[in-house]
C-alpha cells in the first residue's frame, strides 16, 4: 500500500525494495498537499491500496469464534443467575448466598463502571483544555493519591495493598523527579496532537463513542462474571439444576479464564480499532494538511474493520494473553497476601513486574506497529518488524523516550484503576455481603475492579496515544513533509533529536 504517487515523490522507496506494494508514502509532487483549488482527495484515494487483501484472516476469524463463545456462556450462565435471583437477592443488602458473588456485587461493578466512565471522561476534557497542566497534574495526582490510599489500608490492617500502593507511589515520586526536564517538549507534542483533534477528522467524538463501548461491554462482562460465580459454584447452589452444565469448582475457574480472556481481547481489539482509525486521520493530516482528505476518520475505521482487522486482532492477542497471565499473577498475589504468606506474596509480585515488563515492551511497540499498519496496510508481522527497524536503524526510541505523553496517559489510566480498586473495598466494608464474610473475595473483587477502570480509561485516552506514536512513524520515513508543511513541529523534534532530519533506510 502506498500513498497516491501522484501525491508524493519518492524519499524512502529503498527501504522497502524487497516489497514495493508496502512503500510508505513519497514527497516529490505534492498534489493533495497543496492548496490549488481541487477537490480534497478520499482516504481511499490517499491512502491508496494497490492490491487489496485481508492481512492475517486466521486471527480475525478465531476473535470472531472466541467472541462467540463469550456470547454463550454469557447467555447461559445468565439464565442460571435470573432463574435464582430471589437467593441472590435484588439488591445491596438483601443477598443470602455464601458460596459465590451476588446481586451485591453486580450493583458494585455498576458503581465501578461508572466511576470509570465520569473520571475518563473528565481527564480526556482536562486533557483537551488543560493541555499545558495536564502532565504536572497528572504526576502530581497520582503520587498524593497512591500515598494516601497505601497510608489508608495501612489502617485496614489491609497490609497487602498498602504496600504495594506505597511501592508503585515511590516509583512514580522517583520517574516524575527524572521526568520533569522532558516536560516542555511533551506538552508542545501534547498541544500539537490536540490541536490536530480540534481541527482535523472526529477525534473526539470517537474517543467519547469508544469509552462509552468499553463501559457497555464492561458491564456486560461484569453481569457475566457474577453470573458464573452463581451458576456454576458447588455448594447449596439451586442454580446447578437450572439450564446446562453441572457445578464444581473447576468448572467456575475454567470459564472464568475463558470470559476473562475473551474480554482482554475484546476491549484490546476495540481499542486498537479505534487507534488504527485515528492514526489514519492523523496520517492524512501528516500529508495533507493543506488538503485535507474527506471522510478520513470515516474511511480510516472502515479499513480498521475489513482489509486491517485480522491484524489488530492479531496484535491484540499477543497483548490479550499477557495480560490475563498478569491478572492471575496479580489474583493469586493478593490471596497469598490475605491468607498472611508474605513469602508467596513477594514471589508472586515479582512475578507480576516481570510480566508487566513484557507487557510494557510489547505494547510498546504494538502502539507503533498498528500505526504502520493504519498508514502502509501491513500485516501484523511486517509492521511489527519494521517497527523495530525503525526504532534500532535511527534510534527513534531516544526521540519516543523524550515524549512523556504515553507514561502520563498510562498513569491516568492507573490512578483511575486505583480508584475504582479502592472504590471497590470501601463497598465491601460498608455492605458487608455475606459471600466475602471471611474476605475470601476482595483479591478477586479488587483486581477485576482495577482491570475495569483501567480499560475503559486506557480506550478513552488511545486517540491521544494514537496522534502522538502516527506522528513519530511518518516522520521517521518522511522527515522531508515534517520540514516543509509542519515546520515548528519539525524544529522542535530537530532540537531534541537531530537524527529526524535522516529518512529511516536513507
Known amino acids: 500500500m502506498a500513498v497516491t504517487q501522484q501525491a508524493h515523490g519518492g524519499a524512502s522507496d529503498s527501504y522497502f525494495t524487497s516489497n514495493e506494494a508496502s512503500a510508505p508514502p513519497a514527497t516529490d509532487k505534492a498534489r493533495y498537499t497543496q492548496s490549488n483549488g481541487d477537490a480534497p482527495p478520499s482516504y481511499d484515494q490517499v491512502f491508496e491500496l494497490e492490491k487489496p487483501k485481508y492481512n492475517d484472516l486466521w486471527a480475525a476469524i478465531l476473535f470472531v469464534v472466541v467472541f462467540l463463545g463469550f456470547v454463550a456462556v454469557s447467555a447461559i450462565s445468565i439464565q442460571g443467575y435470573a432463574a435464582t435471583k430471589g437467593s441472590n437477592g435484588g439488591g445491596i443488602y438483601d443477598g443470602r448466598t455464601t458460596f459465590g458473588l451476588t446481586t451485591n456485587t453486580v450493583i458494585l461493578f455498576a458503581f465501578v463502571l461508572a466511576v470509570a466512565f465520569t473520571f475518563s471522561l473528565l481527564y480526556l476534557v482536562m486533557v483537551r483544555f488543560l493541555t499545558k497542566q495536564i502532565i504536572w497534574i497528572t504526576g502530581i495526582l497520582q503520587i498524593v493519591f497512591g500515598i494516601g490510599t497505601a497510608i489508608f489500608y495501612f489502617v485496614r490492617h489491609y ?185 508467596g506474596a513477594c514471589c508472586f509480585c515479582v512475578l507480576g513486574c516481570l510480566i508487566s515488563l513484557i507487557e510494557w515492551a510489547i505494547s510498546f511497540l504494538n502502539e507503533y506497529a498498528f500505526s504502520f499498519i493504519a498508514l502502509y496496510g501491513k500485516p501484523y508481522i511486517a509492521a511489527a518488524k519494521d517497527t523495530w527497524r525503525m526504532m534500532k536503524d535511527r534510534g527513534f526510541d531516544v526521540l519516543i523516550n523524550e515524549c512523556l505523553v504515553n507514561p502520563v496517559l498510562t498513569m491516568a489510566a492507573v490512578f483511575i484503576g486505583y480508584l475504582c480498586a479502592l472504590l471497590a473495598y470501601l463497598y465491601l466494608i460498608f455492605t458487608k455481603p455475606a459471600y466475602n464474610s471471611t474476605g475470601s473475595f476482595t483479591p478477586v473483587v479488587l483486581a477485576f475492579s482495577f482491570l475495569i477502570g483501567l480499560q475503559i480509561t486506557n480506550i478513552f485516552l488511545v486517540p491521544i496515544k494514537s496522534g502522538i506514536a502516527t506522528i513519530f512513524v511518518a516522520a521517521s520515513f518522511n522527515p522531508e513533509i515534517l520540514g516543509r508543511d509542519h515546520p515548528e513541529l519539525y524544529a522542535k523534534m530537530i532540537a531534541v533529536y537531530p537524527a529526524v532530519q535522516t529518512a529511516v533506510g536513507v
Not at 220 to 230: E, K, N, P, Q
Not at 244 to 261: D, H, N, P
Not at 289 to 312: C, D, E, H, M, Y
Open 159 to 343: 497490609y497487602s495493598a498498602a504496600v504495594v500502593f506505597m511501592i508503585f507511589s515511590v516509583f512514580y515520586i522517583i520517574c516524575f523527579i527524572s521526568w520533569i526536564p522532558r516536560i516542555p517538549f511533551s506538552v508542545f507534542m501534547l498541544r500539537t496532537a490536540i490541536d490536530v483533534s480540534r481541527n482535523f477528522g472526529h477525534v473526539f467524538l470517537v474517543s467519547a463513542l469508544g469509552g462509552l463501548a468499553a463501559t457497555a461491554f464492561g458491564a456486560w462482562y461484569s453481569v457475566t462474571l457474577v453470573s458464573i460465580y452463581v451458576k456454576y459454584s458447588p455448594g447449596n447452589n439451586p442454580a446447578c439444576s437450572q439450564g446446562a452444565g453441572r457445578c464444581s469448582s473447576g468448572k467456575v475457574i475454567g470459564l472464568l479464564v475463558f470470559v476473562t480472556f475473551a474480554a482482554f481481547w475484546a476491549s484490546e481489539v476495540l481499542k486498537n480499532v479505534i487507534h488504527v482509525s485515528i492514526s489514519g486521520v492523523y496520517g492524512s493530516w501528516y500529508f495533507c494538511s493543506r488538503n485535507f482528505p474527506k471522510g478520513a476518520t470515516r474511511g480510516a475505521a472502515k479499513r480498521a474493520l475489513t482489509t486491517s482487522f485480522g491484524s489488530v486482532a492479531f496484535g491484540s492477542l499477543v497483548v490479550s494473553l499477557i495480560q490475563m497471565l498478569k491478572q492471575i499473577v496479580s489474583i493469586a498475589q493478593r490471596q497469598e497476601a490475605a491468607t498472611g504468606s508474605t513469602l
